[in-house]
């Protein structure tokens, strides 16, 4: 039976096609030629041919405890055989076959997205060996460590960084975004992004499902093929509604002692379009997505996107680019070189990005980091302290300062306000209790931030919510070119966690957008966790939305889309239904028999696949040049 039912699937198409042949041949021969015995004779042949793939997967669905669509028709095509119906007998299973087929074909197109992407997957690479030589090898050869050579037009094969040459790289593949970015010495590149001009040597650090390109495919993979809430909903619904459709095929049988009345009743009720109305949209939804560089994990979290009415964002890298940069620094006490060099060598212990401005500043101002540092200990949301017996070295906001009893006199307070009133953030760092630095770092916003949030309002958005850990000022003075309702600063991670959890007492549904890292609480509490930026393990593992290419048009795309990704579902579930209720109203007035009831119902499967099908052709609305100058100013 196992070799049969293999065989069968095989050839399912073809003998699909061996149907629609043998009923045109029994047409011809009974309107052509009037020979009405060849005509049934290809008729029965056409039926038996279709009953069996049909009948076999009655059968293995009935070996599992589950009463299918299949054993519908099954029972259908067997009593119209008895009572002589062999035209609709034949006709209903290819009609079955042949829309089992379109709905194969379409749902590949709507997986296309995946399909492309594995095809943009690097197999090979250029190895850098010993010698200095370069040989081709498999990527699934490479180890960490390994240098490959990308030449210019090339495919970069791993994740990793450039540790020799320059170039421009096209990371469509990963942040859908075409545009080049120059790269140089230190940059992270990405497997499957394309080397647009000059040659580069990478260092390895992710190879093969491992690299954020293999990640988003494995999780776009997974996404396409979890349910959403609708659809597990009608795979529950389907498994009692297919026995309580044939309980009333009997009764009608019982009652009426019309036996194709009976038999059509079993035809008109099969919830073919019912049951692949759910799996379509959600497939088509995440696969528009996917190729718009948003990555959603499962039906479920495109369910709960479409409902949420509170986003909450943080600031540093989310609101605001995250390229940070040094606006003033003022000294005290002391070699402001030699205070510098000593700060660096602090911040290069942190990857915070407020730390790389410095560092940044630090290496423009060709100063060399301090040597010689005690061990630093991080004080969650404060800074880094570190303690040797000659002296004691502070680095962070106002708040370390103050629970390490630091001097600030009157001057050095009047300064720090001056900085944050001019909305930089502060670093300050203290020897032995006294302020030395007071270094501001300032940030820009987001060029399409305003536009994308106001997008987002006028998608059904109802609160927009900053929460930072930065300074008032600074926050006020970035939320105040955008659309945002409340801001709440100088909180620590597990006081954002608070206020979702607030949001979310008072019946709200919360998104928080965040770089994945330090607002990990955060976007685990949250209804829905958005990580925004460019894909990394991190952001990929806790977020239920990665938005690859870190924008708010992105993201705007993703909450519009999430929302008629949900519609679409219910507009498919209405047909599925209102089409079995109408074959039925049709069948009690008269006007609808199998075959044309079969015709009906397989043509409702089509359209609710081309209902979904509009999901795939939805664009993302691009900000237009006069929407990011209105923006940037």
């Keep these: ?53 049909v009948a076999l997967h009655a059968f293995t669905a009935l070996q599992n405890k589950v009463i299918s669509i299949e054993l519908l028709v099954t029972i259908a095509v067997v009593g119209a055989f008895i009572i002589g119906e062999y035209e609709e007998s034949a006709v209903v299973t290819f009609l079955f076959l042949f829309g089992n087929y379109l709905e194969q074909k379409t749902l590949e197109k709507t997986r296309s997205s995946v399909k492309s992407l594995t095809k943009m997957a690097p197999t090979t690479a250029e190895l850098v060996v010993e010698n200095g030589q370069t040989e081709m090898v498999d990527v699934d050869d490479l180890d960490e460590g390994d240098r490959v050579l990308v030449k210019t037009g090339g495919q970069i094969p791993v994740d990793g960084k450039i540790v020799q040459g320059t170039g421009y790289m096209n990371e469509a593949s990963i942040t859908g975004e075409s545009t080049p970015i120059k790269k140089g010495i230190g940059d992270k590149v990405f497997a499957g992004s394309l080397t647009d001009n000059g040659t580069i040597t990478v260092e390895t650090t992710s190879v093969g499902e491992d690299t954020t390109f293999g990640k988003i495919i494995e999780l776009v993979e997974e996404a396409q093929d979890s349910q959403s809430p609708a659809a597990c909903f009608i795979d529950k619904f389907a498994t ?279 607002d990990s609480p955060s976007l685990a509490t949250a209804d829905i966790g958005i990580g925004m930026g460019t894909g990394t393990d991190v952001a990929i593992e806790t977020s239920d939305i990665i938005l690859v290419k870190s924008s708010f048009d992105a993201l705007a795309h993703a909450y519009i889309l999430a929302k008629k990704t949900v519609a679409n579902t219910k507009e498919n579930i209405v047909i599925a239904v209102g089409t079995v209720a109408l074959l039925l109203l049709g069948l009690i007035v008269g006007v609808i028999h199998m075959g044309s009831g079969m015709f009906v119902h397989e043509l409702s499967i089509l359209v609710v696949i081309f209902n979904a099908m509009r999901l795939i052709r939805n664009k993302s609305s691009k900000l237009d040049t006069d929407q990011v100058l209105k923006t940037a100013n």
């Design 1 to 53: 039976m196992t070799k049969l039912n293999i065989w069968i699937a095989k050839h399912q198409n073809k003998m699909t096609i061996l149907i629609a042949i043998l009923i045109g041949l029994s047409l011809v021969f009974n309107y052509l030629m009037h020979f009405e015995a060849a005509a049934t004779i290809f008729m029965i042949l056409a039926s038996i041919v279709g009953a069996i793939p």
């Design 240 to 518: 009692y509604y297919t026995p309580a459709v044939l309980i009333i095929g009997i009764l009608v049988w019982i009652f009426t002692k019309d036996f194709p009345l009976a038999i059509t009743v079993l035809v008109l009720g099969c919830p073919g379009a019912l049951v692949i109305g759910a799996p379509v949209s959600n497939v088509a939804g995440i696969g528009n997505g996917a190729k718009n560089g948003i990555l959603m994990k499962g039906g479920n979290a495109v369910n709960t996107f479409a409902q949420v009415d509170t986003l909450v964002l943080d600031k540093t890298g989310t609101l605001t680019t995250g390229k940070m940069r040094v606006t003033i620094v003022d000294n005290f006490d002391g070699d402001k070189e030699k205070l510098l060099g000593l700060l660096t060598a602090v911040e290069k212990t942190s990857n915070h990005p407020l730390g790389q401005a410095i560092i940044n500043y630090a290496e423009d101002q060709n100063i060399k980091p301090a040597s010689g540092l005690p061990t630093l200990d991080t004080v969650k949301g404060q800074g880094l302290v570190g303690q040797t017996d000659d002296f004691k070295i502070l680095v962070g906001n106002e708040k370390l300062m103050k629970a390490n009893q630091v001097n600030i006199n009157d001057l050095q307070k009047k300064i720090i306000e001056q900085r944050m009133q001019a909305g930089d953030s502060v670093v300050l760092m203290a020897i032995n209790q006294e302020l030395r630095l007071v270094v501001g770092v300032n940030d820009q916003l987001r060029f399409d931030a305003r536009e994308g949030l106001q997008a987002l309002k006028d998608a059904g958005l109802k609160k927009i919510v900053m929460l930072t850990g930065d300074n008032k000022l600074a926050a006020q003075r970035i939320a105040a070119k955008l659309p945002i309702d409340e801001v709440h600063a100088e909180l620590l991670p597990e006081d954002k966690v608070e206020f979702v959890k607030q949001f979310q007492a008072q019946g709200s549904t919360v998104a928080f957008v965040g770089d994945g890292i330090n």
